[in-house]
């Protein structure tokens, strides 16, 4: 039926409305001052309340003010059950947050018919606070379930990643320990600039494919000893192109940024770079990043047209003259900064094996 907290500081009164709805079934919560209304409001979770108004201590306006701030008990209807007749005390009333009134001496079919209709507004307060429970628990439901369907998205990516980066490894044994340190060079530098953690990620995830086109370049060239012919280097910087072209249009984040990386990471700073001969900020930044962590590892490992890697202080160093010409000068700066943790990731993916490389990815940096 209900569950009625009734709070008034006279006994007769108490009695008279629990001899009146005590019959009808519901079930009646006895408070006889304000701080024991709260209390029992608090714990009992009533349906209604009827309170009296002038009580000792603290009144019944009061009562209501607390009622209402609390977030249990804010939405409970309260009738009023007071003596007072002028309008001033009813609008105070209504100003602190009362529902109702009832003026004693409690008449019973008037009592009974406040009750019927207050109740009928608490359920209908409980319904709304059920379907917002409801409806938060869907939006929940429904964000684990768009959570786990980018997870999985982002898991595609990164197979992408894995196999078209696995696919260079046949070209060139080295390539392997290549992605995984040039990549991690460039979120590191990423990081050292101030990029947010998204961008960083991206930057980790996309660069692996920078190199892709050279599986388009025949092994004549790619695997030849010694420097390329001008002819043979024209050919060579196809790769950028190709690599641009085997990426283009997908709806991944990290393969279109990947497809940028691709294409520009050849472009330098003062323009003399290809296939496109961008200058300065023509560049994109993730090129211009990649640049230099493609560089870097260039110098510091084997190469078919050089077999043994630069000392480490002389690769630095070419970076450090390229500043301003191959390379951004921001750029520099910050692979600078960042110098100990460069050759930290060195030592970390010394290891050719690829078999390990979504497992290195999710290491971070």
């Known amino acids: 039926m209900g569950r009625i907290l009734v709070v008034d500081d006279e006994e007769r009164n108490l009695r008279l409305i629990e001899t009146i709805l005590g019959p009808l079934g519901y079930e009646l919560v006895l408070a006889r001052n304000g701080e024991e209304a709260i209390e029992k409001a608090r714990r009992t979770n009533p349906d209604v309340i009827l309170l009296d108004v002038m009580m000792p201590g603290m009144d019944g306006y009061e009562v209501v003010r607390k009622l209402r701030e609390g977030?249990?008990?804010?939405?409970?209807?309260?009738?009023?059950?007071?003596?007072?007749?002028?309008?001033?005390?009813?609008?105070?009333?209504?100003?602190?947050?009362?529902?109702?009134?009832?003026?004693?001496?409690?008449?019973?079919?008037?009592?009974?018919?406040?009750?019927?209709?207050?109740?009928?507004?608490?359920?209908?307060?409980?319904?709304?606070?059920?379907?917002?429970?409801?409806?938060?628990?869907?939006?929940?439901?429904?964000?684990?379930?768009?959570r786990r369907a980018l997870s999985n998205l982002k898991s595609a990516s990164l197979e992408t990643i894995y196999r078209l980066s696995k696919a260079a490894e046949y070209k060139d044994e080295e390539t392997g320990a290549h992605i995984l340190r040039m990549s991690h060079y460039a979120a590191l530098v990423a990081k050292e600039m101030g990029m947010g953690d998204e961008a960083v990620e991206a930057i980790l995830y996309a660069a692996p494919m920078h190199d892709i086109g050279k599986i388009g370049i025949p092994d004549r060239i790619l695997l030849k000893p010694g420097k390329l012919d001008p002819e043979e280097w024209a050919i060579m910087e196809q790769h950028t192109i190709i690599g641009a072209t085997i990426l283009e249009g997908s709806s991944s984040e990290f393969i279109r940024l990947a497809e940028v990386i691709a294409l520009t990471h050849h472009e330098r700073w003062d323009g003399t770079g290809y296939p496109r001969g961008l200058k300065g900020e023509e560049i994109p930044m993730a090129g211009r990043i990649a640049a230099i962590a493609d560089v870097f590892d260039a110098l510091t490992s084997r190469r078919p047209y050089r077999r043994e890697p630069y000392p480490l202080d002389l690769a630095f160093a070419v970076i450090e003259n390229g500043r301003g010409s191959h390379f951004d000068p921001d750029v520099v700066d910050a692979f600078f900064r960042a110098r100990d943790g460069i050759l930290e990731i060195k030592e970390r993916y010394k290891d050719r094996d690829i078999s390990y490389l979504l497992k290195a990815y999710s290491i971070g940096i």
């Not at 009813?90 to 009362?98: F, H, I, N, P, S």
């Not at 507004?121 to 684990?144: F, G, I, P, S």
């Open 71 to 146: 977030e249990e008990t804010k939405l409970i209807p309260i009738v009023m059950v007071t003596a007072l007749s002028e309008v001033q005390d009813r609008v105070k009333a209504l100003e602190v947050g009362a529902d109702d009134f009832l003026t004693k001496p409690v008449e019973r079919t008037e009592l009974i018919a406040r009750v019927r209709q207050s109740l009928k507004v608490k359920a209908y307060y409980d319904h709304l606070k059920n379907y917002q429970r409801e409806l938060e628990a869907e939006v929940r439901r429904k964000t684990e379930e768009l």
